[in-house]
C-alpha cells in the first residue's frame, strides 16, 4: 500500500518528463515482491487517449505490452472503486495464481486523481500493483514459535494462501475441514475466527493431531487471517511446571 502511494505521488512528475520507464525500474529493482505494476493515466482536457504502463522486473515500461500480464485480478475491483461518489477507494483482489508468473498473487489497486495549480484539468486514473505471496510464505515459514507451533495466512474467503501442508494451498478453505481437525460447526469459523474475534480449538493434521490452539489475527486493509496454531501442551506447559 506505502508503495502504491509513493507510486500515486510522483506520477504526474514523470508522467510530465517521459521518465515512466526509468521510474518503473527504480520500483520494481527496490521491491523485488512486485511482480508486475500497472498505470492507468487518463489526461482529462486534452486530445490525448489514456495511457497504459505495464512492467514487471527486468522489463521495461511498454504501453502495448497487455497480453503479456496478467491483471485478471483487476475483474474483482467494484465499478465504484473509481467512480466520482468514491473517487480515492482502494482494494486489494482476492489471491489468484498469476498465468504469466506462475506465482500466487493479490493486486492492490489505488485510484488517484491530480490536479496540477496552473491546469483545471485533473489528470485521474489507477496504480495497479500486483504482489506475489511467494515471499509472505518465507516470512512466515521462517518465524519460530514455540517448538512445535505454526502459523499460515488464509484469504478473506477463507482460502490457504500459505500452510505447511502445501496441497492445501489455493485449493481448500477453512471452512471445510475434516472432523478430525475441527470438531464443531463451520459458522462458528465464519463468525468469530474471520473476524479475528476468537481463538479455536483444532486437532491440526502437520502436528499429529494433537489438542491445540489456533489464534486468529486479521489483517484490516484486507481481511486476510494470520493464524498461530500452538499445542495445549506447549502453550500451557509453564503452568503446568508451576502447579
Avoid at 74 to 82: M, R
Avoid at 111 to 124: E, G, M, N, R, S
Avoid at 162 to 183: A, G, K, Y
Avoid at 205 to 212: F, G, H, K
Wanted: overall charge negative; hydrophobic content about 35%.
Amino acid at each position: 500500500q506505502e508503495v502504491a502511494s509513493n507510486i500515486v505521488t510522483q506520477i504526474p512528475f514523470y508522467h510530465e518528463h517521459g521518465e515512466i520507464d526509468n521510474f518503473f525500474k527504480g520500483v520494481l529493482k527496490k521491491y523485488p515482491y512486485i511482480t508486475s505494476i500497472q498505470i492507468h493515466i487518463d489526461p482529462h482536457g486534452s486530445d490525448l487517449p489514456p495511457l497504459d504502463y505495464f512492467s514487471y522486473p527486468n522489463d521495461t515500461a511498454k504501453s502495448d505490452s497487455r497480453n503479456r500480464f496478467d491483471f485478471s485480478g483487476l475483474n474483482q475491483v467494484p465499478a465504484s472503486a473509481g467512480s466520482n461518489s468514491e473517487p480515492l477507494k482502494p482494494y486489494w483482489t482476492e489471491p489468484y495464481r498469476c498465468t504469466a508468473c506462475q506465482q500466487i498473487v493479490s493486486v492492490y489497486y489505488l485510484p488517484f486523481k491530480y490536479t496540477a495549480p496552473d491546469d483545471p484539468h485533473p489528470l485521474t486514473g489507477f496504480v495497479a500493483c500486483q504482489l506475489s505471496l511467494d515471499f509472505l510464505k518465507g516470512i512466515i515459514e521462517q518465524r519460530e514459535i514455540g517448538k512445535k507451533a505454526f502459523a499460515f495466512l488464509i484469504s478473506a474467503k477463507g482460502i490457504y494462501l500459505t500452510h505447511p501442508m502445501e496441497e492445501l494451498i489455493m485449493e481448500r478453505s477453512i471452512f471445510h475441514l475434516p472432523s478430525d481437525v475441527f470438531q464443531g460447526d463451520s459458522a462458528f469459523i465464519t463468525e468469530n475466527f474471520l473476524t479475528g474475534r476468537s481463538p479455536v480449538t483444532v486437532y491440526p493434521t502437520p502436528l499429529n493431531n494433537v489438542r491445540s490452539w489456533a489464534y486468529p489475527s486479521k489483517i484490516s486493509e484486507n481481511g486476510w487471517v494470520l493464524t498461530f496454531v500452538i499445542p495445549y501442551s506447549e502453550l500451557y506447559r509453564d503452568l503446568n511446571i508451576l502447579i
